[in-house]
């Protein structure tokens, strides 16, 4: 198994993970924790492999994807009454599973096309694609939206993948070192609150407002 | 006509009249209504068609299903005011499409892939991916969030139809059997609050105390 | 190059302007700017391509696309403190992205299967999606709601554009033909508040009045 796979497994945990843990935000039942784990976990794969013409997906290939999935939720629907701070966690796997997932969408993206705009976009839409949905479906604000640093992890997950790539180096030292640079540019913005410069006039006013 | 085709259509009508009825909350023009109808009606068989690379989707190989969709939304905005609950009647309806869709999508995704776990994922996104589309798009708050069964119903259904068929069952036995097992959970949990053990613990806290 | 690739590409730019102008209304980041421009841009596009089966979508297969919506982007996000209105300008440029993608949609649709109902649907489906897309995830209230004109349009535009070639006209009048029926349908709600006679009963009561 190379660190590729085992990325892209792990991915598919913490982001089902989190799914689950916004299940248990909400208080739903077992089959709604099922549910939001599985969409979350498998949802910026599903649109990497659609975007791609790479059908059937990838989870309606290889079974064992649903099955993390599920047996994910069902650990987090009877335990996560005794961590202590859920949203917390949610965030801190959501970086994880941004990490994994940025690499292994570049590197679908990279195989499929050997383009390395296409790469890094498909890194991005499949890291982040999971979490759009699952904040949507469970109306939370949306991780998309946060003043710290988000789209710009995958961002330079993703190139730093392509990068690596292009310099000869080896597809798991490559892998490994991407993961690094999403995951501690993500934490950062957890930990530390790093923000990107944002754009500075008054905001918007209300859609109503101004026709 | 098998049963599985009739259940086919009259689930795409019943989901069309849910999003006319959705569109007349939100009193939407007649495009609005025919907006609404057919991305509920196709919305959750799409999804399907391009997991499974089953592709182009259905109602571009088949028109009768834009058509048949076009048509309820028609009927549903001259006739709609008549109606005393509009959204009771979009309940019960959305219930029949369900149980139609949950056993037209575990029967695709066990025809295209022979596996019984697919079969059951893709029972369960065909019959809920409309709902969520028109509910999301209108503003109402998403069925699957509400307290009362409603993705259990798919899940059962779906099941219901792979364990039918892999007992040798008939096929139009099997969908009817799936049919009443999907409509029979949903009817009992809108008519008698049917609910699923939920978590336990205290609701989550707002993302922003706990950061 | 055809008028068809031209409105191709203006719709593109438009409508990631849009998605930039919606990023810069939200106060974002460059990255934030980029991504929403990106999504609103190539958004309604990827679902025609996904839809009729055209993959890898357009995006991979000419990388100009992404160059187009990053390029639109970064000069928005530099320049947009100086607007006065930002959304008055976002609703317009979506004005003409609508009517662009309209034709470029039904174009696509009508080459791909022959069929007048799926030329219109999919030119309706071209040039809504990707500002659904921007609406929601900037949690905006979608233009597709508003009482003025707006599916109509890109449903007369794509009509326009099927009628024009079934009558044997050249490509590129018929493009130009349809774009300026859409494009002054939509204006003219803009600049005049044309609405459709909507639906004239009651709103419907929130859900939980009725169950």
């Known amino acids: 198994m190379t660190i590729l796979d085992w990325l892209d497994h792990v991915g598919v945990a913490v982001f089902a993970a989190t799914g689950a843990l916004a299940a248990s935000r909400k208080q739903l039942d077992l089959i709604g924790f099922l549910f939001l784990a599985c969409l979350t976990g498998i949802g910026g794969g599903t649109l990497r492999d659609l975007i791609l013409g790479l059908t059937p997906v990838f989870w309606v290939r290889e079974h064992v994807y649903i099955l993390i999935c599920s047996s994910v939720a069902v650990i987090i629907f009877f335990t996560a009454h005794r961590l202590e701070s859920r949203y917390r966690l949610l965030l801190w ?94 934490g950062g913005a957890l930990r530390y609150g790093w923000t990107m410069p944002s754009y500075k006039s008054a905001p918007g006013r209300p859609p109503e407002d101004v026709m």
């Not at 839409?125 to 992890?153: H, K, Q, W």
């Open 93 to 186: 796997l959501d970086a994880a599973g941004l990490a994994g997932f940025c690499v292994m969408g570049a590197a679908t993206g990279l195989t499929a096309t050997g383009s390395a705009v296409i790469a890094i976009v498909t890194g991005i839409l499949t890291s982040t694609f999971g979490g759009i949905l699952r904040d949507m479906l469970s109306s939370e604000p949306s991780v998309l939206m946060r003043r710290e640093i988000y789209v710009t992890a995958a961002l330079l997950g993703s190139s730093a993948y392509v990068l690596a790539m292009r310099l000869g180096l080896d597809a798991n030292v490559a892998s490994g070192i991407a993961f690094a640079v999403a995951f501690v540019t993500r």
